[in-house]
Structure formats: structure tokens, C-alpha cells
């Protein structure tokens, strides 16, 4: 059997394809020189995890790196998404099926069919509120903020709402192995210790103290792009940030907090049980030791305060959040899902609709030309020929992306649970997204060929994108388990509404992740599904 199926692969194959391999081949790759500044890589990945679940990072005391990135990896959430740069659009909308796909064609088999509906907005990720910063209160969460109603279209009946990204969340889960972070890439191989660019005219370097002074030395590690990609949004003045907060406010505010204090903390937590409190919520033990145990202590030993009263752990906050981020992130590495076992030998892994799927993948549809190798994407380390590519989901004149309306050749791992899909969040399902393919794309692109489907082999395509699904990512098993959470969605007046996801340990879930599409449905409300968004929050709000 497992000849046959090897066989028939090896012969299918399109031009310029990467042969698909199982990811359990292939480790995630490391940043040479690490050490050098890193002394204990487990207390970094529980620092890395600390740092993306708590929501005292941000700004409004309430916005983490996970508000964005807690469904799969990704978002989940159906109410103030909505962006447009041309700034035209309805803020606060609630999401429903009816909005789906966001250009929608008479035929959806036929570009050329008659448009019925076309919006160049973007189903993205809604941040903070545009306020500029003041300052932060020592042990306060919460930083001073004034408003700054500058941006109209994020105003609803006089009030402001929380401002939303302009590009879909792709998912955190197997990031690690691009060679480059974000949809166009900008997020750069090269750490540099401060901003995602990689120039190194961009950082001041770290602080080091070397013969009992402190001085800046360049930092430039390779493969790290997550840590670049990690030093973006913190600062970022729509995703976390209010305008004008600097590195040194932020890891001052953090060194006085107890890390995730407003969350709980699960007890068989697989990273951080170790430092749960019980019943109460954050950890025992603070940022700043947890800083002292990853780090070499010529990052943060000195006593003596810089400029402005600053100490050298609070100047060297951006190095921290960087690398510990990219840590905990190199653990998010999905490689068991039936597609992955089928090409470890297993060959019942996959069903017979599935295996029609694969094949159709490989050679009708061509996916593999730029979704092959171990990373399913070209963009990994080791496949990366078609990394950025122009495959017309909209105008190049939208959005350029990395040049020319090119966007990454992403993953597709664990597809199934991360829509709406592509840059712009413009597709709610993955059959609407076959038929783009099969279409031959929306707008001008080098790159889609249209190809010929019949209803049973479009089934079999889907079947097979579900197939990429590992199941401890579906049920947030460990490495997939983490903190509480509470996430703001839309509001009504001056009232957000916020949902709750509960803590999950180590065994994960009892039931599975919603889809997108059953959220838009309204399936799995009844608590057949997690995460389905209508659990109340239970941490302390403002
Ligand atoms: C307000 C929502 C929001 C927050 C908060 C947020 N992200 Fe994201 N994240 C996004 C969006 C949107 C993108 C894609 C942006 C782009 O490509 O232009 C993204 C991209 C990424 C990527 C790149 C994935 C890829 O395919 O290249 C990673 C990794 C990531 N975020 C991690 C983080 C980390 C770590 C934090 C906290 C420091 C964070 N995000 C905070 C919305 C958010
Ligand atoms: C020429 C390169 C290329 C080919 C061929 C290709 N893709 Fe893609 N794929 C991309 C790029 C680039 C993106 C991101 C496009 C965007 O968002 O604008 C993408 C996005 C996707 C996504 C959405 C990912 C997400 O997280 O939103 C899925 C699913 C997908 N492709 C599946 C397929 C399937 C199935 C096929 C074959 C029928 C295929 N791709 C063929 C380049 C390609």
C-alpha cells in the first residue's frame, strides 16, 4: 500500500512542486549564538509564555499578545474586525455568513462571471483604543492614556472603539519555521535586539556590562525572526500600544507586576504549573527573576540606574520580550496531524477521500509549488523558492504586500481552524476558497492556473485541508494549553463586550475548537465546542 500511494505521488507531481515530507522530519531551526546570551532555555520558554498570554501588556492593561493569537494560534472573534485603509466601512459590525466571501462572484466557478459584491475591506484583528501615552503607574496594569479622537471611522454614536489591524491574524503555530515573519515578510531573519527591520542602524544595541561598565554591543542573531516579528506590535500604536510608550516605561511597568496577574493559571499547566498560585490568580514568581534565571547576567546584573532612573533589565526589555517570545513560540510546532502520519508510513492515516484530495493537491490543483516540503509552505527554510507570490485575492494596488500584491506562501497546517482566510480575511470557508483557486484567482496574478473540479473532488480537496489538523491544536493539549483569558469583542454604547476562555492544562479541552464557520452558524454554542465565545469573563476588568 504504502508503495502505491509513495508511486502514484512521486509520478503526480507538478512542475517546480516541493514534495510534501511530515514535519516530525524536520526540527525547528536554531538561532546560532543563542547562548551567548541565554543560560536556561526552560525558564525562557515559561518567561516566552508569561509574556504572550499576560494582558497587562498592553497599553489598556488588557491587551496581550494572545487577544489576537488565542484561537489555534490565531483569532477568533466576530465583532469590530473590520478595517479598510480607505477608511470606509462599518465599525463595530458583527460578523455574520452573509458577508462572506467579500467579493463574490454569480458563478464562483468562473472569474469572468458577473460581480454581485466587492469590498477591498479587511477582516483583521481589533487592538487598542488610539489613546497617546502619558505614562505608566508602577503596579498598575493600566497605563495613562489620553484620547486621541484623530481616527473618525473608529467611532461609533460619538464613541471611540477599539482600532482594528489591517490584515487578517495568521496563526502563531509552526511560525518558527518561516524564514520571515508576516504577511509580506517585513519581520526580518536578523534579530537586532529592538525593532523587526533587522537593520542594525535601527537598534542601539544592548546593554552589557563588560569590566564592571556598561556599554552598547550590537546584537545580530540569525534565524530569528519571531523575535523580530515579537518586538512589532508591543509598541505598536493600533495593536498594543498607546502612542509614544517606550521600551524602558514598558519593562519598568512589567518588573512591577506579578506576571499574568489578572489570569489564572491551570495547575497541570505544561509550562507554567510549576509557578500556578492555586485558586488565585498569576504566578509565584515575578518577570524579573524569570528574567535572572533565562538571561546571562551581564544583561541585567548591573546595579547602577541609566538615564532617566532606568535599570540595565528594564533598558534591555526589548531583548528580553524578543527572544523570549521566540522561545515559547518554537514550542507551538504542530507536526501530528494525519497528513504528517501518512507520510511517516501510515498509510490508513488518511481516508480515500482524503488520499483524492492529496492527489488532486499535488497535481490538478498545484498546490505544492508553493504549499510543499515539510513546512507546507515556501516560505520555511528549506523550500524557499516561491516564498512571496502574487495569487490576486485582490488589486495589487490594495495592498502591495511584499511588492507587487505578492503575499507569503503560508502554512496550512491546522487550516481548518483559523478563518477567515488570506491577507485580507476575505473567505469564511475552505470551499469558497477551492473555488477560488480552481477559478483561477480573483485579480490579476502570474502564478493561479484555473482548474476543472467536479462537486465529489472539491469535497475531496476540503477533506484533505481538514486532514492537516493535529489533534492537540483542535483540543489545546500541551504545547497548546494556557493561561485564562479574556478578550474584548465589539461593544454596545460605551459598554465592551468581553469573552472568557478558561485556563487549560497540559490534557487540553474536552471538546474541540470551533470553527469559524460554525461561530457564523451558530453551531457549538451549546459547549460542544470550545472557545465558541459566549462564556462571560471572569478576570478583573477595568
Ligand atoms: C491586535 C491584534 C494583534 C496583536 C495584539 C498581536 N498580533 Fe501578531 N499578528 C496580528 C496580525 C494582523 C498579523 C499579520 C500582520 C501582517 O502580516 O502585516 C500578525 C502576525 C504575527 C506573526 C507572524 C506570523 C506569520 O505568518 O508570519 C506572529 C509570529 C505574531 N503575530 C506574533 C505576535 C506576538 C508575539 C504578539 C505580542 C507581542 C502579537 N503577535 C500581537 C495581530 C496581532
Ligand atoms: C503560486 C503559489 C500558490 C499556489 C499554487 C497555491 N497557493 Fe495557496 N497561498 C499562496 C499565497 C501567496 C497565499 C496567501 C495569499 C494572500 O493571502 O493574499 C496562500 C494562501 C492559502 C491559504 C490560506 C491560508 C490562510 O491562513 O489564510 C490556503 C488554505 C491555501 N493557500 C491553499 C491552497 C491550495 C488548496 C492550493 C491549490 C489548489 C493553493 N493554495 C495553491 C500561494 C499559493
Not at 108 to 132: E, H, K, Q
Not at 458 to 465: C, I
Not at 473 to 484: K, Q
Not at 504 to 533: I, K
Request: neutral net charge; contains cysteine.
Amino acid at each position: 500500500m504504502l508503495f502505491r500511494f509513495g508511486f502514484v505521488i512521486a509520478l503526480g507531481l507538478a512542475v517546480g512542486a516541493q514534495p510534501l515530507r511530515s514535519l516530525k522530519t524536520l526540527a525547528v531551526p536554531a538561532t546560532p549564538g543563542l547562548e551567548g546570551y541565554v543560560r536556561d532555555r526552560d525558564a525562557l520558554v515559561a518567561l516566552g509564555k508569561a509574556f504572550f498570554w499576560d494582558m497587562q501588556a498592553g497599553s489598556d492593561g488588557r491587551t496581550s499578545c494572545a487577544t489576537c493569537h488565542f484561537h489555534a494560534g490565531a483569532d477568533h472573534r466576530v465583532q469590530n474586525q473590520i478595517a479598510d485603509p480607505n477608511n470606509v466601512f462599518p465599525a463595530n459590525l458583527r460578523l455574520t455568513m452573509d458577508v462572506f466571501p467579500l467579493r463574490q462572484l454569480a458563478d464562483p466557478g468562473n472569474r469572468a462571471s458577473t460581480v454581485l459584491r466587492d469590498s477591498a475591506m479587511r477582516v483583521g484583528s481589533a487592538g487598542t483604543f488610539r489613546r497617546l501615552f502619558k505614562g505608566v503607574v508602577p503596579g498598575e496594569a493600566a497605563e495613562l492614556g489620553e484620547e486621541a479622537l484623530d481616527h473618525p471611522e473608529f467611532m461609533v454614536g460619538g464613541l471611540p472603539v477599539r482600532r482594528v489591524t489591517v490584515r487578517n491574524t495568521p496563526s502563531v503555530i509552526n511560525a518558527a519555521y518561516y524564514q520571515r515573519g508576516f504577511w509580506d515578510g517585513r519581520a526580518a531573519r536578523i534579530f537586532n535586539g529592538f525593532t523587526p527591520s533587522g537593520v542594525a542602524a535601527d537598534a542601539p544595541g544592548a546593554l552589557v556590562l563588560r569590566d564592571g561598565r556598561l556599554v552598547r554591543e550590537a546584537v545580530r542573531l540569525d534565524a530569528a525572526s519571531l523575535a523580530s516579528q515579537a518586538v512589532g506590535p508591543i509598541l505598536d500604536h493600533l495593536e498594543m500600544s498607546y502612542g509614544g510608550r517606550t521600551w524602558q516605561e514598558l519593562g519598568r511597568k512589567m518588573f512591577s507586576l506579578r506576571p499574568l496577574g489578572l489570569q489564572r493559571v491551570a495547575a497541570d499547566d505544561s509550562v507554567l504549573g510549576r509557578y500556578a498560585r492555586g485558586g488565585e490568580r498569576g504566578l509565584v514568581i515575578g518577570y524579573l527573576e524569570l528574567v535572572r534565571a533565562a538571561f546571562q547576567p551581564v544583561y541585567w546584573e548591573a546595579t547602577e540606574l541609566v538615564e532617566g532612573g532606568y535599570s540595565q533589565a528594564d533598558v534591555n526589555f526589548p531583548l528580553f520580550w524578543g527572544l523570549a517570545l521566540q522561545a515559547y513560540q518554537s514550542t507551538l510546532v504542530s507536526n501530528d496531524s494525519p497528513l504528517d502520519r501518512f507520510l511517516d508510513g501510515d498509510t490508513a492515516a488518511l481516508t480515500a477521500q482524503e488520499r483524492e484530495g492529496l492527489q488532486l493537491f499535488q497535481t490538478t490543483g498545484r498546490c505544492t509549488t508553493c504549499h510543499g516540503g515539510a513546512e507546507l509552505s515556501g516560505a520555511g527554510f528549506t523550500g524557499g523558492r516561491r516564498a512571496f507570490q502574487r495569487t490576486g485575492v485582490r488589486d495589487a494596488g490594495e495592498d502591495a504586500g511584499s511588492g507587487g500584491g505578492s503575499f507569503k506562501s503560508v502554512g496550512l497546517r491546522n487550516i481548518e481552524l483559523t478563518g477567515p482566510y488570506f491577507h485580507n480575511g476575505g473567505m469564511a470557508t475552505l470551499e469558497q476558497l477551492v473555488d477560488f483557486y480552481a477559478r483561477g484567482g480573483d485579480f490579476a496574478n502570474g502564478a493561479i492556473r484555473s482548474f476543472t473540479v467536479t462537486p465529489s473532488q472539491k469535497a475531496a480537496l476540503v477533506a484533505f485541508l481538514r486532514a492537516l489538523t493535529d489533534e492537540r491544536v483542535r483540543y489545546e493539549r500541551a504545547p497548546f494549553d494556557h493561561p485564562e483569558l479574556c478578550v474584548p469583542m465589539g461593544q454596545e454604547g460605551a459598554v465592551e463586550n468581553w469573552v472568557g476562555l478558561g485556563a487549560v492544562g497540559a490534557a487540553g479541552n474536552a471538546a474541540p475548537l470551533q470553527t469559524f464557520e460554525e461561530l457564523l452558524r451558530g453551531v457549538g454554542g451549546d459547549g460542544s465546542r470550545a472557545n465558541a465565545m459566549t462564556e462571560a469573563c471572569t478576570a478583573p476588568l477595568p
